[in-house]
């Protein structure tokens, strides 16, 4: 479908109270719980989608839409997500369900050679709940900063018609830790898109704002001329999104052996003193010292950012730069080499920024709308701690407009293909990529020279997810009626 005219796009707004609220803004809440349930009576599970919008809180708890909440925010923000298979067990008609793209009516696990997920990261891995290519109908998504929150509000949902319409066959949960740190140590809810006609004023960063049509449907694209198609009713489409929900289980013990590897052999190497922080490299302190500092050097380089969130094309050099800097108003433009930030660093290969790639046309439109919260307990404090063999890592959701176009391009193009550069192509990301040790390479790269990093191990497996779509509240309120259809 064709944009429409510039005046007429840049004059693009949404009715907040339309859109599910996970989409356009993140909740802040302390925990997630992700509930993954199959419908077992089409009639009662209808009723029950159409009441979560409608006004009658004893039969379903309310979506939380977008629109502004006053001074307090929900107590428990809900959300719900309906996979392809889904969408067919509530009875939503084929000339409807047809109508959606190739990638959500297959679904994760058929496509999971597009985003990496092989190997011990393959469907037959993943948790039992997600294994069968029918098991997910819905994943209901409750936000809450206390688990006697999140227990109250699961029971009054699944008390009365909600009990009768579906089962609950299994839970994914998170609890954010202190600085919005994830297990690997880094920062992370930095830096996401910005809707020029969502988003508050003010500058935030220096990527242009995103379309509308970047997460929803409906709306135009940063593609010129090109709007995806809505679903057939037009109303089950507009105003939704898609969502990628994964189960990414990270590997903190092989993490933290690799950055002793790698920065031994940086140490080792004659780019040792222009790598580490200003005043480290002239020899102060111990050389136990020096490896700590050379240990974040690395574990910088990787993802492109200090540990802190300092960002590397801004302070190269130094995690704690004075004055300070910004964490989101950087691009790569002026260092084409990488010696600042590494051309392969995962948030460059991601979020190329204005970077020239091959792919000129990509660099801004393949941008996602990241919601996470770690899982599983802290690792421990100190580097050389024992693997404890527990796992933990991150629920992610990775929402976009088009899943082919933009979550699984970036998963098969720029993560484990690198072909957003020549000088990648052949490499996987370091931290996201389905890495091997006998192929794996990372380059370190400065004014004088470069090192070759190998043997980087697969330090993220997914242990499950699903393709689902976020409907709008009409959407929903459409599903529920109950028309004969």
């Known amino acids: 479908m064709a944009a429409p005219t510039s005046s007429a796009a840049d004059s693009e707004s949404v009715e907040l109270a339309d859109v599910q609220g996970n989409i356009l803004r993140g909740y802040r809440k302390s925990m997630v719980r992700h509930l993954i349930a199959q419908v077992i009576d ?23 839409n977008a629109a502004h909440w006053g001074e307090r925010p929900p107590d428990v923000c809900f959300n719900l997500g ?62 809450a900063d206390s688990a006697a929150l999140l227990d109250q509000f699961e029971r009054v949902m699944m008390s009365g018609l909600g009990g009768q319409a579906f089962r609950i066959t299994g839970r994914n949960e998170g609890a954010a830790f202190d600085g919005d740190e994830v297990h690997f140590g880094y920062r992370d809810n930095i830096s996401q898109p910005r809707f020029a006609q969502v988003s508050p004023p003010g500058k935030f960063d220096g990527q242009p704002s995103a379309p509308l049509g ?35 289980e990270q590997d903190v013990f092989a993490f933290e052996r690799f950055l002793d590897r790698a920065a031994e052999q940086l140490l080792d190497s ?11 490299e002239q020899g102060v302190g111990s050389p136990s010292k020096r490896l700590a500092a050379m240990r974040e050097v690395v574990a910088a380089k990787l993802l492109g950012r200090w540990r802190n969130g300092t960002p590397l094309a801004l302070s190269p050099r130094d ?8 964490d989101t108003d950087f691009d790569y433009v002026d260092d084409n080499a990488g010696s600042n930030c590494p051309l392969g660093a995962h948030i460059r290969r991601t979020n190329p920024r204005g970077a020239k790639i091959v792919q000129r046309v990509a660099n801004h ?5 990241r919601r996470g919260m770690p899982y599983g307990p802290r690792w421990g404090t100190t580097p050389h701690d024992a693997d404890d063999g527990v796992e933990r890592g991150l629920l992610g959701n990775f929402i976009c407009a088009d899943l082919s176009a933009q979550f699984e391009a970036i998963y098969y193009d720029w993560i484990n293909l690198g072909l957003q550069d020549p000088r990648i192509t052949g490499s996987n990301d370091p931290l996201l990529g389905a890495n091997q040790e006998d192929a794996s390479w ?28 976020l409907p709008s509240i009409s959407a929903l309120r459409w599903i529920g009626s109950n028309e004969k259809r």
Do not use: C
């Open 42 to 64: 089409t009639r009662q599970a209808r009723a029950w989608v159409g009441a979560t919008v409608g006004p009658d809180r004893s039969i379903a708890p309310s979506i939380t």
């Open 82 to 143: 309906i996979t392809f298979t889904g969408m067919q067990a509530l009875g939503v008609p084929d000339s409807a369900t047809i109508s959606f793209p190739e990638a959500y009516r297959e679904g994760m696990a058929a496509r999971a050679s597009k985003i990496g997920d092989w190997s011990d990261s393959a469907p037959e891995h993943w948790k039992p709940w997600f294994q069968a290519s029918d098991a997910v109908h819905l994943i209901l998504t409750l936000h």
């Open 214 to 248: 970047t997460v929803l449907l409906g709306y135009r694209t940063a593609l010129e001329q090109l709007k995806w198609n809505l679903p057939d009713p037009p109303v089950l489409g507009f105003n939704g999104a898609f969502n990628a929900f994964r189960v990414l």
């Open 270 to 280: 004659p780019l040792a003193d222009s790598l580490l922080a200003i005043g480290v």
């Open 319 to 326: 995690p704690f730069p004075d004055p300070r800097v910004s």
């Open 365 to 369: 439109t393949r941008r996602l709308v």
């Open 442 to 469: 990372f380059d370190v790269v400065t004014s004088q020279g470069s090192v070759r990093l190998r043997g980087l191990p697969r330090f993220v497996r997914t242990r499950g997810g699903a393709y689902t779509f």
